[in-house]
């Protein structure tokens, strides 16, 4: 039951997320275009812009899969038994939703201005280096609720991750953007 309730968990993940990761697709030619171009303050612009698009649809994804996941899943079964059991355990994967979609478009910005190193980090550290042991070590202490937690921790930890590698950025796109003007 918990696997099946995985699987339809993400479908409508997939279907949750896409409209993030298009936003942040939108935003990478911009970005690297005015990157490029040393257009720094319409690079911060265009990343802000994409944050708050992502971040304000994440919290309204966020809401509609927490407070009615059933909903969702009655789309892909009609198994009683599993969408009790899928929604149950969307209630604790979907708690740390909202973050979604700034990792995302913070994932983005390191391939659209073309740093590779923090872009493979960001990639990997979500499913790598904080899932995976996550997944291996919660059970333990929660048993499958465990399982289910090790999503919203790992989003959690991946946001903080993505944060404290774009805030240099940040920075150096703001002192450039001064030594220009």
Known sequence: MAISS???????????????IVIGQGM???????Y???????????????????????????????????LFIRVFTSDSELIVSAAHAARHIFLAA??????????????AIGKAA????TAIARPALFLLPLVFILPNYWQLDGVWLAFPIT????????????IPEIRTFRSNGMRQG
């Open 118 to 121: 923090q872009a493979f980090i």
């Open 155 to 166: 989003d959690a930890l991946t946001s903080i991750l993505v944060l404290a590698l774009l």
């Open 36 to 70: 490029g171009a040393k257009r720094y303050d319409r690079a911060l612009r265009v990343i802000k812009i994409a944050v708050i698009a992502a971040t304000i649809y994440s919290i309204i994804a966020f809401l509609a899969l927490y407070l009615a996941p059933g």
């Open 6 to 20: 995985y699987g339809l968990i993400q479908r409508v993940m997939m279907f949750a997320l896409m409209p993030g």
């Open 98 to 111: 909202y973050l979604i979609g700034f990792i995302i478009i913070g994932s983005i910005v390191f391939q």
């Open 28 to 34: 990478q030619p911009i970005l690297g275009f005015n």
